[in-house]
């Protein structure tokens, strides 16, 4: 990633929010402009105590969200697979309480890897 990535995630949170409703366990999908970055990477954090994010849908309300999915997407058309591919697993309520009770980060790798194949290598 480019030195400004992170700058530019957190301005584009503030302008477009990336809380997604759901039930707990909530998440957000932070991200940035494509020609930010370098290499196409995913980074998941999971949260014991969970942190607001805006919600996409409505700015004035908050969400409650455990789990982070950051993505840096190298081009400009991988966004949207990437974006459908996420919203498979923020749909599975098993899958996302089976991320948020993952031990491992293998554990967790082993449970996203799926829905992402194709799109990393």
Not at 26 to 37: E, S, T, Y
Not at 48 to 75: N, R, S, Y
Not at 88 to 116: F, H, M, V, W
């Amino acid at each position: 990633m480019k030195k400004d990535y992170i700058n530019a995630i957190k301005k584009r949170e503030m302008e477009y929010p990336t809380g997604l409703p759901s039930k707990s366990p909530a998440v957000a999908i932070p991200h940035a402009d494509f020609n930010l970055v370098n290499k196409t990477t995913v980074a998941v954090g999971t949260l014991e105590t969970p942190v607001e994010f805006h919600d996409m849908e409505d700015i004035k309300k908050t969400i409650p969200v455990q789990i982070v999915i950051m993505l840096a997407i190298g081009e400009p058309h991988g966004q949207v697979e990437m974006l459908q591919r996420i919203v498979g697993i923020i749909q599975d309520e098993k899958l996302r309480n089976d991320i948020l009770n993952a031990n491992t980060s293998e554990e967790l790798l082993n449970l996203i890897e799926p829905s992402l194949l194709g799109i990393l290598n």
